[in-house]
């Protein structure tokens, strides 16, 4: 047996089923929202990563030398190109640009729940403006997309970068020291930054109003307690203008700090708490990427949702939707009935129903059996009888109820008898 | 700048609007054919390759070692992987297994027109029987996707492994001699083999009959020239059951001889005349493997279309459906129309129409002059007296014509305007 790689996974029809339904929905509303998609490779010169991300990726990514000897990685995320594209040919495009992506990245790090080495993303990049009315576009796309997998239990928090690096910048006038702090903000790594305080002699008054700002969370209400005036200005419009889209539960949280140097604006994180500890479904916010790429500069919004984690929730709610391989499976009662149930079976495909039909020259009751270890809803059956009437035999496969209908009318038949039921 | 690695492509809104409206079309069929998806990863480890295609495929693989030393492959193809997921996973399954797949290969050779470093395919593999309406099943699949893209003028050209290798190995009793006849056959070497004819003392008769029946091509009607009756009869009974299916418009030839030792029986060819030199966009056949990755042996159908092709063979006969980013763009008419102007669109969206509206704070002639420029059907205008009156223009953007909507059936009245074009 050969195994498959670590942390890698294949999908069978049951499971792709459900995930093709949920990623379907999310491009639906992608598209509803003037989102087209846009594709990119799947490996791209790795220094385009380690440009966005830093030489420290490099460690968690799967790299290699092509033959020409240029170092290549398998995608860790899908924004880097997706900016590349951009700045290499779609920038003479009238602005906004607004693109989404679907896609498999790869990470090398060790596979735990909900976290492999091979991981499903979708996401949107609106290029071109970071003004509240854009981040509310963004926002909104990604609680529709979310919402249109049918998922229920999730929690939209929303924050802005510029509230602690005003408050820092405008305290510390060492900018080396500044970014030093920002950068332990950054990691959340608060011992450490009182440390940095006590040995610099920074005023403990201003790490208190660190953790202060950063602790800034609750409803629309705490939007009162931003002290920025322009964050404070920003966040109320885009927390309205979301309400005009009817997305109203959002929470405020001026402690999501994570990217404080690739950030630029409004940052928001979408959790599904059912999943534990690796609850975050969604990452994104404002962000400029085009200049490091040798574009013009230019404000970005985008997201990208965990499609894994997605499908994780979706099952830890119980929604499973059922899956069923065919409607249909079209059964010869006897060998001289192949045909005539070829034809039938042709003909039913045709109107866009789901149908087998016997390839291994069973007997009736053994393709019965059949249909209903794969879950088909109704089998056809083609007999003799039938045969001379032009007619076949439709069985509910559930209730074992069974109605002779004509065979000219076999797709009407069968779409009737599926929509009652 | 950059670039992307060479012989991959990124593909932008219009494009990839008719490259998944292809892709949909033929899962639509694969799933009609009650065909089930199925995932697997985008690399593997790289002697799974090897052991289906042998040793000279490392030369065109992107392989590269893992952390742990394990030498990994980007997939180029995926019927090794699904066949391995079948043995490992699947096994015991009730049979025939009907799986289909959608995804990226790999292919590291210098890049040349209709063939990319990158490329897409889709496929299908029934596991479990390798009778003639196993084999129409599978031909009629392909056929059918083909043409629910739209394609129209491709030829299907049906074979048989087992006309060619029964021939030599009845007339070559050393076994060692009729493989290695048998190779260059596969190669379509015959020059080579007429030497080998030579030297081995081989009687220039069989030489010709090798020619006569790998020369066998024609409709319908040819399949009475085929000598070896097993085939024949095979292949008879696959053309009709092919015919019950609708398809009628296939070849026989038995020259198909690529995979000798690989196919076991039926094999087959779709091309696209009017892709020049690069015209195959399908090879497939039966054959067996589960048996090299560890599992029972079973006998398998399968096939694989190149998306990239298919797309291209629909360019070559300007087949382009119109792409639209948006059917309407809400335009409020001065600034405090604005928040009207979401309220607007989010209903719009919310019924699934595609739709945008201004983020950059634009005039309202320049919106339209955007929504212009991105072939958005209707603008949908929001002005003080519309606002007064809870009503909208639509403007229809091509003719310039403009009816005055209610604000609550704004999406009853554009549905019905859309419908009436």
Known sequence: ???????????????????RAAENAMREVCHAHGF?????????????????????????MYVFNDKGDREMALRPEITASVIRFYVND????????????????YRYENPQSGRYREFYQ?????????????????????VKCLRATGLQDFEVRIGHIGALKSLVQAEIGDRTLASEV?????????????????????????????????????????????????VKAHLKELFETLSLYGVDDCQLDLGIVRGLDYYTGMVFEIDAPRLGAEKQVLGGGSYTLSELFGGEPVFSTGFAIGIDRVVLALEAEDFRPEYRQCDAFVVPTEDNMRKYAFAIASKLRAAGIHTDVDLMRRSMSKNLKYAAS??????????????ASRSVTLRDMDTGEQT??????????????????
């Open 182 to 230: 920002l950068r332990l903000i950054d990691k959340a790594e608060f011992e450490a930054l009182g440390r940095l305080f006590e040995s610099r002699g920074l005023s403990g008054d201003l790490m208190g109003r660190v953790r202060a700002v950063a602790g800034t969370k609750g409803g629309a209400e705490a939007l009162d307690d931003i002290e920025d005036p322009e």
């Open 90 to 105: 779609l920038s003479t495009l009238p602005k906004p640009l607004k693109l989404y992506y679907v896609g498999s990245c």
């Open 1 to 19: 047996m050969i195994q498959r790689p670590r942390g890698t996974r294949d999908f069978g029809p049951a499971d792709m089923a459900r995930r």
């Open 374 to 387: 794969v879950g088909t809803r109704y089998a056809v059956i083609v007999g003799r009888d039938e045969m």
């Open 404 to 421: 002779l209908v004509k065979a000219d009318f076999v797709v009407e038949e069968l779409e009737k008898l599926m929509a009652g039921r």
């Open 122 to 142: 979708i996401g949107a990049e609106l290029i071109g403006n970071d003004n509240p009315e854009t981040d509310a576009e963004v926002i909104s796309l990604a």
């Open 36 to 60: 087209g998609e846009v594709v990119t490779p799947t490996f791209e010169l790795s220094e385009l990563f380690t440009m966005r991300s830093g030489q420290a990726i490099v460690d968690e």
